[in-house]
């Protein structure tokens, strides 16, 4: 987990509340990415960002929104929009080399429950 | 589009005999493929990848995994597994291309539970 992050560890919400779950990485990563995880089953994109002020939607992207205003911050928003938000949330960062043969490496997570 | 599918939701094994976690994958490119290991309520820890090269390849704690082009395959592998490798495995794949990304799919994950 070392360099990258995550706060807080534990999250509680409300329903119809939003709430913003940060990522800080001191790698020098260029690239920034956030997955969802439910029990049973693997990581999905949310959203990822190669650059400053730059984003992609990823796979499941509906009822979530982020920033990249500075390099080692990629905040993600959990929106009310979002109809199904308990999960284990996970932050990764890469370098995107010139190789482009980076590995992700992963922040250690929060778990976030609606009550 | 990519995919990953990791058939076994669990795997069982008595400590000191050899652990296989198994992975096929689907990529349109050149797969570059991961694993990784999550212990509980942690994040990913990366234990190895395969980009190009050696089929054969060597990663952290002991663990290793082969990759199969004519089969789509990268199962992952320990000769002698310990208690202490209880976890959950997630195998992943990336396109090669420059172009795609750098975005991985995960498999499901498979438990592994080594018993003493």
Request: charged share 20%.
């Amino acid at each position: 987990d070392g360099g990258i992050t995550q706060s807080p560890k534990y999250l509680f919400r409300k329903e119809g509340q939003n709430v913003t779950l940060s990522c800080e990485q001191n790698l020098n990563h260029d690239a920034m990415y956030w997955y969802r995880q439910d029990p049973g089953q693997g990581l999905r994109l949310i959203y990822y960002s190669q650059i400053v002020n730059d984003f992609q939607k990823g796979d499941i992207a509906e009822g979530y929104s982020v920033s990249r205003e500075k390099k080692e911050s990629f905040p993600l928003t959990v929106t009310s929009a979002q109809k199904n938000p308990t999960a284990f949330y996970l932050c990764a960062s890469t370098s995107t080399g010139t190789g482009n043969t980076d590995t992700q490496y992963f922040g250690p997570g929060t778990r976030l429950t609606v009550l | 589009a990519q995919s990953v599918a990791q058939p076994e939701d669990q795997v069982n094994v008595a400590e000191g005999n050899p652990l296989t976690v198994k992975c096929t994958y689907s990529v349109s490119g050149n797969p570059y493929l991961f694993w990784y290991v999550q212990y509980p309520n942690r994040g990913l820890q990366f234990l190895l990848k395969y980009i190009t090269g050696d089929n054969l390849v060597k990663g952290s704690y002991g663990f290793e995994a082969e990759f199969n082009k004519s089969q789509t395959s990268f199962h992952l592998k320990k000769p002698s597994a310990l208690v202490s490798d209880s976890a959950l495995y997630f195998c992943a794949v990336r396109d090669g291309r420059h172009a795609a990304g750098n975005k991985l799919t995960f498999g499901g994950g498979t438990r592994v539970l080594v018993k003493p």
